[in-house]
């Protein structure tokens, strides 16, 4: 099947075929790209006025999406990127956690478990040189210090692409111009 010109394909060998051209945001000039540049023109760029050269789709890094209405309502055009590879959070973007930490002070405590879950408490571990359980399901009755829970995080990016595989996007800069419907 011939190629139509403008076609993009991904191909996985490590060079852009004759009559392709990687879509790395390369330039390319219009006078040996004519009909390329009819069909694209200057979406991805160009230089010079009159252009003398355009430039075809950067894919690198990038996960194509089609040019359309969103369910949001928000409009994608042709070349509008967005998202990043790495994003730091801030305190806005993370769930609220406020309460206190409670705890036992009794002697021998009651409800005693070595099972810990969210509605267990820690509780003493040694009572009179004797070793105790670790938690308790009774109500607490005394409270730690707010300082005893406090802020974490190293304030770095964390990764935020999906699974990918790198492979080579290419342009068709020669073959069967496309019709118009």
């Known amino acids: 099947m011939d190629p139509f010109i403008g076609e993009i394909r991904i191909f996985a060998f490590d060079y852009a075929p004759q009559d392709w051209a990687y879509c790395n945001g390369g330039s390319l000039p219009v ?15 160009t230089t010079g006025s009159p252009p003398t050269a355009f430039n075809v789709p950067n894919l690198q890094s990038q996960v194509p999406m089609g040019a359309a209405t ?4 928000t409009y994608t ?23 206190t930490m409670g705890g036992e002070t009794f002697g021998q405590a009651t409800g005693q478990t070595n099972t810990p ?14 070793a ?26 964390h990764e935020n ?18 019709s118009f419907p």
């Open 70 to 73: 969103m369910v949001d309502g």
């Open 77 to 99: 055009a042709l070349n509008q990127s967005s998202g990043a590879e790495k994003v730091m959070l801030n305190l806005s973007q993370l769930p609220s956690h406020t309460h």
């Open 132 to 157: 105790s359980t670790s938690f308790s399901n009774a109500a607490p009755n005394t409270y730690f210090s707010p300082n005893a829970i406090s802020g974490v995080g190293g304030n770095g990016t």
């Open 31 to 45: 006078a040996q790209n004519q009909a390329l540049y009819s069909l694209i023109g200057p979406v991805y760029g």
């Open 117 to 130: 879950s969210a509605t267990t408490l820690p509780n003493l571990v040694i009572v009179n040189s004797k």
């Open 161 to 178: 692409r999906q699974p990918f595989l790198a492979m080579n996007f290419c342009i068709c800069t020669d073959g069967i111009y496309p």
